[in-house]
C-alpha cells in the first residue's frame, strides 16, 4: 500500500509518499519563515499563496523521487483541517483533482490525528495509549482508543504552549519561529533567576493553562531597567520561561496517566506529539515522569512532530485499512476537534 500525503494547514507544504510497511518513499517539505518572518507569525493569506505557489512542484518532485506514477498509488491524503482554511482548500482540493483524475481513494486527515497516529510510523504502538498533543495551535491530553476515537481528558483554557513560545520569543526579541529560538536562548540562561508562575500545577483535573505564564513573563521583562534588558537577561528569562512550561506539562501529564490507568493497559503506553514535543528540555522531562512512573514514553523523531506529509501519509493508511474514505463533496474544516464529545472548557480565572 502506497499513499501520497499533502500537509498544507499553516507555514509548511509538506508532501511525502508512505507505503504500508512504514517506509517513507520521498519526501519534501517547504518551510514559509522567510515569508513570514517579517511579521513574527503566519500570515493566513500569506500562506495559502506559497501553498498554491509551490504544492504541485513539490508533488512532481517526490513521485519523481519515489519513481511511481500516480496509477501505482493507492489513495491520496490531504488534510482537511484543523487549520488555517486557505491553505487547507489548497492541498484539500490538489488532492481531491488527483483522485478523481486517476480513480483513487481520497482520504481527508484530520490534522491532529496525522500528530496523534504519527508515533505508530516511527514506532511500535498498539491502542490505547496516552497522547500529549503539544503544537501551535493545540495542547490536550487524549486517550488514543483507535483510529478516528480519542477521549480528551484535558486542554488548555487558553493559550497553547506553542503560541506562549512564540509570544515569549517574540516579547525577547529572540525572533521567530519561537519554539528553537527560546530553546537556544534557554540553552546559556539560568532558570532559577526569575521566579514565574506555574499555572494549575496541583490542581484537580488535566486542563492547562498558559495565559498567567505568559504575562509574568511580560511583566518581568518590563520590570528590568533598559540597560538591564541585555541578551544574558534574556536567555535568563527564556530559561526560566522554559522550566516553568516544563513543571507545567510534567503536573498535568502526570494527573492524565492516573486518569488514564483507571482503564488502561498494565504498562501505559505516553506519546508526546507535535511540535512543541521537538523540544529537548522537554521531552527530557517527560522522560523523567516516563521512568518515575514505570511509563513507556514515545516521542516521534524530530522531522515527524513538526508538520510534515509522512504524518499526513500514514494516517491515510490507518484509514484506508480500515475502508475509512471520504468523498469528493468533502469540505475543508478550519476547527475539526479529535474528541467532538468533549465539554466545552470555559476560563475561570485560573491563577497560579
Known amino acids: 500500500?502506497?499513499?501520497?500525503?499533502?500537509?498544507?494547514?499553516?507555514?509548511?507544504?509538506?508532501?511525502?509518499?508512505?507505503?504500508?510497511?512504514?517506509?517513507?518513499?520521498?519526501?519534501?517539505?517547504?518551510?514559509?519563515?522567510?515569508?513570514?518572518?517579517?511579521?513574527?507569525?503566519?500570515?493566513?493569506?500569506?500562506?495559502?499563496?506559497?501553498?498554491?505557489?509551490?504544492?504541485?512542484?513539490?508533488?512532481?518532485?517526490?513521485?519523481?523521487?519515489?519513481?511511481?506514477?500516480?496509477?501505482?498509488?493507492?489513495?491520496?491524503?490531504?488534510?482537511?483541517?484543523?487549520?488555517?482554511?486557505?491553505?487547507?482548500?489548497?492541498?484539500?482540493?490538489?488532492?481531491?483533482?488527483?483522485?478523481?483524475?486517476?480513480?483513487?481513494?481520497?482520504?481527508?486527515?484530520?490534522?491532529?490525528?496525522?500528530?496523534?497516529?504519527?508515533?505508530?510510523?516511527?514506532?511500535?504502538?498498539?491502542?490505547?495509549?496516552?497522547?500529549?498533543?503539544?503544537?501551535?495551535?493545540?495542547?490536550?491530553?487524549?486517550?488514543?482508543?483507535?483510529?478516528?476515537?480519542?477521549?480528551?481528558?484535558?486542554?488548555?483554557?487558553?493559550?497553547?504552549?506553542g503560541e506562549a513560545f512564540d509570544k515569549v520569543a517574540k516579547m525577547l526579541a529572540l525572533g521567530y519561529p519561537g519554539g528553537p529560538a527560546i530553546e537556544a536562548a534557554a540553552k546559556g540562561g539560568d532558570a532559577s533567576r526569575f521566579a514565574l508562575p506555574r499555572p494549575m500545577r496541583g490542581r484537580a483535573g488535566c486542563h492547562f493553562s498558559f495565559s498567567g505564564l505568559k504575562t509574568a513573563v511580560k511583566h518581568a521583562w518590563a520590570g528590568l531597567a533598559e540597560a538591564e534588558r541585555t541578551e544574558q537577561a534574556a536567555a535568563d528569562l527564556a530559561a526560566s520561561f522554559q522550566a516553568a512550561a516544563g513543571d507545567v506539562l510534567v503536573d498535568r501529564t502526570a494527573h492524565a496517566l492516573v486518569e488514564f490507568a483507571k482503564s488502561g493497559p498494565r504498562r501505559p503506553a505516553l506519546v508526546a506529539a507535535g511540535g512543541v514535543a521537538a523540544n529537548a528540555h522537554l521531552r527530557g522531562r517527560l522522560a523523567e515522569l516516563a521512568e518515575a512512573r514505570g511509563v513507556r514514553l514515545l516521542v516521534p523523531p524530530q522531522r515527524l512532530c513538526t508538520d510534515n506529509g509522512a504524518m499526513i501519509a500514514w494516517a491515510g493508511i490507518e484509514r484506508l485499512r480500515l475502508g475509512l474514505t471520504d468523498g469528493l463533496d468533502f469540505a475543508p474544516r478550519p476547527r475539526?476537534?479529535?474528541?467532538?464529545?468533549?465539554?466545552?472548557?470555559?476560563?475561570?480565572?485560573?491563577?497560579?
Not at 475539526?336 to 470555559?346: F, Q
Open 1 to 161: 500500500m502506497r499513499i501520497l500525503g499533502i500537509e498544507t494547514s499553516c507555514d509548511e507544504t509538506a508532501v511525502a509518499v508512505v507505503d504500508g510497511n512504514k517506509r517513507i518513499v520521498a519526501e519534501r517539505i517547504l518551510s514559509q519563515l522567510d515569508d513570514h518572518h517579517p511579521f513574527g507569525g503566519v500570515v493566513p493569506e500569506v500562506a495559502a499563496r506559497a501553498h498554491l505557489k509551490h504544492l504541485d512542484r513539490l508533488i512532481a518532485d517526490t513521485m519523481a523521487e519515489a519513481g511511481l506514477g500516480f496509477a501505482d498509488l493507492d489513495g491520496v491524503a490531504a488534510t482537511a483541517g484543523p487549520g488555517l482554511i486557505g491553505g487547507v482548500i489548497v492541498g484539500v482540493m490538489t488532492a481531491k483533482a488527483i483522485a478523481a483524475v486517476h480513480a483513487l481513494p481520497f482520504l481527508a486527515v484530520n490534522h491532529l490525528e496525522g500528530h496523534a497516529l504519527s508515533a505508530r510510523l516511527s514506532d511500535d504502538l498498539d491502542f490505547p495509549y496516552l497522547l500529549l498533543l503539544v503544537s501551535g495551535g493545540h495542547c490536550q491530553l487524549l486517550v488514543a482508543e483507535g483510529v478516528g476515537r480519542y477521549r480528551r481528558l484535558g486542554t488548555t483554557m487558553d493559550d497553547a504552549l
Open 336 to 352: 475539526w476537534p479529535l474528541d467532538p464529545d468533549a465539554p466545552a472548557v470555559a476560563f475561570a480565572g485560573v491563577k497560579a
